[in-house]
């Protein structure tokens, strides 16, 4: 809706508001990051940890949420921070998001805002388990993969997580490893195996934290980010992570309805093996 307003707008204003965020971009590693730490919980500490290992793409500080509640207007900051968000037909927050977005006044659209450069569903809301915890060194390494990506091709900016929903052709060459809990159908004894011409294996949630926790080498894994309840009309992420690279090949989420349960879809693992069929 971003890049149609623009295209329907004067070619003065449009040049103008591309120009500003190109240099918003530019200047990114100018500006510090404030990594917004409310507590001292193991989700927390994790994060710190990752961001004191990974981040490099500019200054850094911790802050605490009342630090960032009298910084959060001021746009010579951005803010990396975990965040519960909700659609408009969600009751409650269903997930948690490790998010990016740049200090200055809000316009909230549900779980996005004008501000929000990035948002990366972690796990449930209220997650007390840390299932999901090894994700974040990945997402911080995906965080800054994004900027950079915008700081060569300005029109990313306005894309957002969309840009990933399509760069299957990237995973071919590399071994799939699919959760069979993560499928969201019974595939039938040989569909894998002649979807990926043998490139590809069932696996269990267990091999998928092993081969990320280890960085396995050109391999490329399925990731399920479920709501709080797994409730129906609430949203489901599938994603595919470059376990090494560290890169997001595929971002799709779909609301979750009786004959829609969460996980991939029968549509995603073929729109996934497509490259592999050449």
């Known amino acids: 809706m971003?890049?149609?307003?623009?295209?329907?707008?004067?070619?003065?204003?449009a040049q103008r508001f591309i120009r500003e965020t190109r240099n918003t971009f530019t200047s990114f590693g100018a500006k510090v990051t404030k990594v917004v730490l409310p507590s001292n919980t193991l989700p927390d500490m994790v994060l710190r940890d990752a961001v004191n290992k990974g981040w490099r793409i500019s200054p850094f500080e911790f802050c605490s949420i009342e630090?960032?509640?009298?910084?959060?207007?001021?746009?010579?900051?951005?803010?990396l921070m975990r965040v519960?968000?909700?659609?408009?037909?969600?009751?409650?927050?269903?997930?948690?998001?490790?998010?990016?977005?740049?200090?200055?006044?809000?316009?909230?659209r549900g779980v996005y805002s004008n501000k929000n450069i990035i948002n990366l569903p972690i796990h449930e809301s209220e997650d007390v388990s840390g299932a999901n915890l090894h994700l974040l060194p990945i997402y911080v390494d995906i965080i800054q993969n994004h900027i950079y990506k915008i700081q060569k091709d300005v029109t990313l900016a306005?894309?957002?997580?969309s840009f990933y929903a399509d760069r299957v052709s990237e995973v071919k060459d590399k071994k799939l490893l699919i959760a069979s809990e993560y499928l969201s159908f019974t595939?039938?004894?040989?569909?894998?195996?002649?979807?990926?011409k043998g490139n590809a294996q069932l696996v269990s949630g267990d091999d998928i934290e092993d081969a990320v926790m280890n960085n396995k080498a050109n391999t490329v894994v399925t990731i399920l980010i479920k709501p709080r309840g797994n409730s129906r009309g609430s949203h489901c992420y599938k994603l595919l992570i470059g376990t090494d690279s560290h890169e997001l090949?595929?971002?799709?989420?779909?609301?979750?309805?009786?004959?829609?349960?969460?996980?991939?879809?029968?549509?995603?693992?073929?729109?996934?093996?497509?490259p592999f069929q050449f």
Not at 2 to 13: K, V
Not at 87 to 103: C, F, H, N, S
């Open 67 to 79: 630090e960032y509640e009298k910084l959060k207007n001021d746009t010579s900051f951005f803010f």
């Open 2 to 13: 971003l890049l149609l307003s623009l295209s329907l707008t004067s070619g003065a204003y």
């Open 158 to 161: 306005f894309k957002g997580n």
């Open 84 to 108: 519960d968000g909700k659609y408009k037909k969600d009751l409650e927050a269903k997930i948690e998001y490790l998010t990016l977005l740049q200090g200055g006044p809000e316009v909230k």
């Open 187 to 196: 595939p039938a004894e040989t569909e894998i195996q002649d979807l990926f």
């Open 249 to 274: 090949l595929f971002f799709r989420r779909h609301r979750i309805s009786l004959l829609l349960p969460a996980g991939f879809t029968r549509e995603d693992i073929r729109k996934i093996s497509v």
